[in-house]
C-alpha cells in the first residue's frame, strides 16, 4: 500500500490534523540553532556486540547498531540534523531535580542548554567518559560523570554523581531518557518495519528491564537492564522533548530510579505503579548508577537473556490479571532466596510457599482477594527488591454478568430522540459524570458508529455470545429491529446492504433551535455533516454490524427461546449480506484488515455449516481476494493509518485459511514486537495503541493505552498460533495476557472503559465508554482453558484450576463462557455451540479425556460439542457438531 494511499486515508477520516501539526513541529524544531555539536566529529567505538557512535561534543549516542548487522540502528540517527537542538533528548542523558534543605525541587537536566563536554581519561575498560558540567547549569550542587565501559563482553553506561556542596542534599527523581528510532514520520510500512523499533517497561524495581524490538520482530532485541544503583521505579514520558508526537510517534520515555519529586507534584493525584523514593548525598559523596544494554537472540529469548544476566525472572499463570477464584502459579528464577514478600494494599493477596520446581525455581501459590490494583514485593536475601504489579477482577462470569447489567441499564437510551433515532439502543457512557453521552463533538461517539460509538452496543450483543441473558437479549433484539437495521444499516437493493458512518451529525442550520449543546465545541472536523455521516464507505463499520447478527444467529440456532423477533436463518443471512455489502460499498478501507475482521471467517463457517452453499462460495471468494492482495504485500496490515496494530487480527485469520503460511509468520511476528509478556498486568500482553484516546477517550491525547482493544484482538491469532505450536509455552502467556488484559478494564460495578492511561500523572481508567466493544469483541470469540505441562513448571492451566492425582489432571474451568477448551498434549481443540464445560479430566497413562458438562438449563436443553479432531460418540452430529441431550445432572463423556 503506497504511502499515497495512507495519505488519502488518512485525510478522509482525520483531516490530517495531526500531521500538519507534526510537519509545523519538525519545521520549527529545524529552524531552531544547532547544539549539539554533530557538525564536529563523531567517534566509533566498537564492542563484541554492538557499534557505538558518539558525538564527540556532547558525547551522546548518535548510533548503537548490531556488530552482525550494521545496516540497522535501535537509535533515531536518521533524524540526528534536525535532532541537535537543544532540549531534544538523547540516549545519555540525565534528568534530576534535587532539593537542599527545606527549599524546593529544583530541576535540571543535560538536554536543556547544550555545551561541549569535557572528555575524561580513557582506558580497556572505559570506552568514553566526560564531566557533563558544561550543559548544565552553574548552580547545580552535584557533579555528574558519565562513562561508556565494557562490562566482560558487555556495553554499560554509568552515571557517577557527586555532591559538591557543604550540605547533605536529596535528589527527589533521576531519570536517564530512553531514546531509540520510534519516530515513524515519513516511512512507509516497508520502511518502519525495517528501520524502527517499539520498546516496552517492566517497572519492576530491581528486577525492571526495558525491552527494545523491530516492528517486524525480526533479529536480534535490545534489552537494557540495571547494573548498579539502578532499579525501574517509574517511566515518565518526556513531554517536554519538542519532538511532535502523534500518530506516528508515541514520544520519548525515560527509566526513573527515583520518583518522589515528581510524586509529590504532577503526580500526586494518581496511584504509582511502585512506591516513589528519594536518596539523600551527604556533603562530598559520591553514588554510581549504571545501565548495561544486552543483545538477545530474539523476542522470544529475551527471558533466557534475562536468567544469563542474573536478574531475577517472575513468571505468573495464568497471567498478572488475576481473577478471585483462580489458585495462579508464581515462579521466580534467581539465585537469591526469597526473605520475605510485601503486599500493598494488605491482605489483598495471599502468598503460599509450594516447594521448588525440578529445574530449582522457587514455586508459589497466589490468590486475589480484594478487587483492584495490587503490588507484590519480593525481597530477596542478597537485598534485591522486585516488584510484580497485579490487577484483581472478581471471577470471570461475575466481571462478565456485571458488565452486561451496566451495559442495558446505565447504557441503555430509550428516551425520544426523533431526529437522530437512537432508541432504543446501548449509547457511549461517561463514567466520571455517570450520563450517557448523547452528544459529542467526535460524530461518531454519540452516533452509534465507527469503534468510538458502537462500542457499548457490540459489547452489549457479545456479552449474550458467551453469558447469554434473556431480559437483556429482549432488549437487544428491540435494537437491532429499530435501530441497527433500518437507521443504522440501510437496504439498498441486492447486496447493498450499507453502513452508515454516524447516526448522529451537526446540521444546526437545518435543525430545530436546541438540537445541540452550547457546551460541545462542534467546531472541528470531527462533527460530520448528515452527508457525511451517512456515507457508508467506511469499512470499519461493518464487522460490528456482522458480529452483531452472527451473535444472534447462534443464540437462535442453538438455544431455545432466547431469541424471539427473528428466525435463525434472518440473522445468519443478516451477516453474510453485510460482510459482503463491505467490499462492494466500502472498497478503499476493505483493502485493511479489519477490527474484529475474523467474525467473517467463522460467519462463512457457519454458512457452510448450514449447507448455504452460494453464499459461501460468494463470501469466501470475496476474503480470498482481500487475502491474495495481502500475499501480494511485504507487511500486509496497513490501515488508514501510517503504521497500525489492528489489521493484523484479520490478516493472520485469512492467510492462516487460505494457507498463506509466510504471511501469517510475517503478522505473527509483527504482533510478537508489540506484545510482550512481562511480570505487570499493564504491560503483559498489551498490545500497542497510542492514538485512539484521541477519537474514543474523554483525556484525548497521544499516550501509550493500556489494554485498548490491541490486546484481546490481537489475542486472537496469538492464540490460534498456539493451538498450532502448543510446545511454544511464550505464544500462551502473551496471547492469555491480552486476552485477560480485554477484561481488565471494567470497573468493580460493572463499566467498561476504552483503557487505562498509562502516563503517571493519571494511572487509571478513562472515563469514556468509548471503542471498548471491539475489545471485548476479542474476549468474547476468544475466551477459552487451555491446559498444558511444561517441562519444568509442571501441570498449567489457563482459565481454570489443575489438580493432579496420580495419573489424573483435572481443571475445573473458571472462565465466563466454559465453552472452550485446548488440552496441549493431545492438541486437542473442543468447543460447544451451547452448553458449558464444568472439569476436563487427563489420564496421563492412557491418554484417555473425560469431559464433564454443566446441567442443562430452560434455554440450552443440548449441548453441540465440536472437535478439530476426528472423534468419535454415540451422539447424532447437527451441523457438523454432536448433539448431546443435557439432564438435570452433569453429563460425562469419554474420548
Not at 467463522?602 to 449447507?611: A, R
Not at 470497573?747 to 471485548?776: C, Q
Request: charged fraction near 25%; proline fraction near 5%.
Amino acid at each position: 500500500m503506497g504511502n499515497k494511499k495512507h495519505r488519502l486515508g488518512l485525510l478522509l477520516f482525520l483531516g490530517c490534523t495531526l500531521s500538519i501539526q507534526a510537519q509545523d513541529y519538525w519545521s520549527r524544531i529545524e529552524q531552531k540553532t544547532p547544539s549539539l555539536g554533530i557538525a564536529e566529529v563523531y567517534q566509533k567505538i566498537n564492542t563484541p556486540a554492538f557499534q557505538l557512535k558518539l558525538v564527540k561534543a556532547s558525547q551522546t549516542v548518535a548510533g548503537l547498531r548490531p556488530i552482525k548487522n550494521l545496516n540497522f540502528d535501535f537509535t533515531p540517527s536518521d533524524r540526528l540534523e534536525i535532532r541537535d537542538k537543544d532540549g531534544l533528548y538523547h540516549l545519555g542523558d540525565i534528568n534530576l531535580r534535587i532539593k537542599e534543605g527545606n527549599g524546593d525541587w529544583q530541576s535540571y537536566s543535560t538536554a536543556a542548554k547544550r555545551a561541549a563536554v569535557t572528555p575524561l581519561e580513557t582506558s580497556s575498560k572505559i570506552l568514553a567518559a566526560a564531566d557533563l558540567a558544561n550543559t548544565l547549569p552553574n548552580n547545580i550542587p552535584v557533579t555528574i560523570k558519565r562513562f561508556y565501559e565494557l562490562d566482560g563482553n558487555q556495553l554499560v553506561m554509568r552515571f557517577e554523581i557527586t555532591n559538591k556542596s557543604d550540605n547533605p542534599i536529596e535528589i527527589g527523581a533521576l531519570g536517564i531518557p530512553m531514546v531509540f528510532n520510534n519516530i515513524l514520520e515519513g516511512k512507509s510500512l516497508n520502511e518502519t518495519h525495517a528501520q524502527n523499533v517499539f520498546f516496552d517497561p517492566y517497572i519492576g524495581r530491581d528486577a525492571g528491564y526495558l525491552e527494545i524490538k523491530r516492528l517486524s520482530g525480526e533479529g536480534p532485541a535490545l534489552v537494557v537492564l540495571p547494573k548498579e544503583n539502578m532499579p525501574f521505579e517509574a517511566y515518565r514520558p518526556l513531554l517536554d522533548d519538542p519532538t511532535p508526537r502523534s500518530i506516528v510517534f508515541e514520544g520519548f520515555h525515560e527509566w526513573m530510579v527515583y520518583s518522589k519529586a515528581y510524586a509529590e507534584n504532577e503526580w500526586k493525584n494518581a496511584q504509582q505503579w511502585n512506591t516513589p523514593t528519594s536518596l539523600v548525598l551527604k556533603p562530598k559523596e559520591s553514588k554510581n548508577f549504571s545501565l548495561k544494554l544486552v543483545l538477545s537472540e530474539g523476542i522470544e529469548d529475551i527471558q533466557n537473556t534475562l536468567v544469563k544476566e542474573e536478574l531475577p525472572v517472575a513468571t505468573s499463570i495464568p497471567g498478572y490479571v488475576l481473577p478471585q477464584d483462580i489458585k495462579s502459579q508464581l515462579f521466580l528464577n534467581y539465585k537469591s532466596d526469597v526473605s520475605s514478600f510485601e503486599i500493598e494494599p494488605k491482605g489483598a493477596l495471599q502468598v503460599k510457599e509450594d516447594g521448588k520446581t525440578p529445574k530449582g525455581l522457587k514455586k508459589y501459590t497466589v490468590q486475589g482477594i480484594k478487587w483492584g490494583r495490587v503490588v507484590l514485593t519480593i525481597n530477596y536475601k542478597n537485598g534485591l527488591k522486585q516488584t510484580i504489579n497485579y490487577k484483581i477482577i472478581k471471577p470471570e462470569n461475575e466481571v462478565i454478568k456485571d458488565f452486561g447489567h451496566f451495559l442495558t441499564t446505565a447504557q441503555w437510551f430509550d428516551q425520544p430522540d426523533p431526529i437522530f433515532k437512537r432508541n432504543p439502543s446501548v449509547i457511549s457512557y461517561d463514567y466520571e459524570t455517570k450520563k450517557q453521552l448523547t452528544q459529542d463533538s467526535r460524530a461518531w461517539v454519540a452516533g452509534l458508529s465507527d469503534e468510538g460509538g458502537a462500542g457499548g452496543w457490540l459489547a452489549a450483543i457479545m456479552k449474550q455470545h458467551i453469558q447469554p441473558d434473556k431480559e437483556e437479549i429482549k432488549k437487544l433484539e428491540q435494537f437491532v429491529d429499530k435501530t441497527l437495521w433500518g437507521n443504522i444499516q440501510y437496504s439498498e437493493g441486492k447486496n447493498k446492504y450499507g453502513v452508515k458512518k454516524s447516526v448522529f451529525y451537526y446540521e444546526p442550520d437545518s435543525l430545530p433551535k436546541g438540537t445541540y449543546s452550547s457546551d460541545v465545541d462542534y467546531k472541528t472536523w470531527a462533527a460530520w455533516k448528515h452527508k457525511e455521516a451517512n456515507d457508508p464507505g467506511r469499512s470499519y463499520n461493518y464487522p460490528h454490524v456482522a458480529a452483531a447478527y452472527w451473535t444472534l444467529y447462534r443464540l437462535a440456532r442453538y438455544n431455545k427461546d432466547l431469541v424471539d423477533t427473528r428466525t435463525w436463518d434472518w440473522y445468519l443471512k443478516q451477516a453474510y449480506h453485510t460482510s459482503v455489502a463491505m467490499t462492494e460499498l466500502a472498497p478503499y478501507y476493505a483493502q485493511f484488515g479489519q477490527m474484529e475482521g475474523s467474525v467473517f471467517l467463522f460467519i462463512l463457517e457457519d454458512l457452510k455449516n448450514e449447507n448455504m452453499t452460494e453464499m459461501a462460495a460468494d463470501l469466501e471468494a470475496k476474503m480470498k481476494e482481500r487475502a491474495n492482495h495481502w500475499k501480494a504485500l511485504d507487511y500486509p496490515f496497513g490501515s488508514e493509518m501510517p503504521w497500525d496494530s489492528t489489521g493484523q487480527e484479520e490478516v493472520y485469520m485469512w492467510s492462516d485459511y487460505f494457507g498463506y503460511d509466510e504471511k501469517a509468520d510475517v503478522t505473527l511476528n509483527a504482533i510478537l514486537a508489540y506484545m510482550p509478556t512481562m511480570p505487570h498486568w499493564a504491560y503483559n500482553g498489551n498490545a500497542r495503541r497510542y492514538w485512539d484516546f484521541l477519537y474514543g477517550g474523554k483525556l484525548s491525547r497521544v499516550e501509550r493505552q493500556i489494554h485498548h482493544y490491541g490486546s484481546s484482538l490481537n489475542a486472537i491469532p496469538v492464540l490460534r498460533q498456539y493451538r498450532k505450536k502448543s510446545n511454544d509455552l511464550y505464544l500462551l502467556k502473551v496471547g492469555y495476557g491480552g486476552l485477560l488484559g480485554g477484561i481488565s478494564n471494567i470497573t468493580e460495578d460493572g463499566f467498561g472503559s476504552a483503557a487505562f492511561h498509562s502516563y503517571p500523572t493519571e494511572l487509571r481508567i478513562d472515563y469514556l465508554s468509548g471503542d471498548y466493544g471491539s475489545g471485548f469483541y476479542g474476549y468474547a470469540v476468544n475466551t477459552a482453558t487451555y491446559i498444558t505441562k511444561d517441562a519444568d513448571l509442571g501441570w498449567l492451566a489457563f482459565g481454570g484450576n489443575v489438580t493432579t492425582k496420580g495419573d489424573l489432571v483435572s481443571v475445573k474451568l473458571t472462565t465466563a463462557a466454559k465453552s472452550k477448551v485446548f488440552i496441549a498434549p493431545k492438541q486437542l481443540w473442543l468447543t460447544l455451540d451451547a452448553g458449558t464445560f464444568d472439569t476436563i479430566t487427563y489420564n496421563t497413562k492412557t491418554e484417555e479425556v473425560e469431559i464433564t458438562l454443566s446441567s442443562k438449563n430452560e434455554f440450552t436443553p443440548n449441548a453441540y460439542l465440536r472437535s478439530d479432531k476426528d472423534i468419535k460418540l454415540s451422539y447424532p452430529k447437527v451441523r457438523g457438531a454432536y448433539e448431546i441431550l443435557l439432564t438435570n445432572k452433569v453429563t460425562k463423556i469419554k474420548l
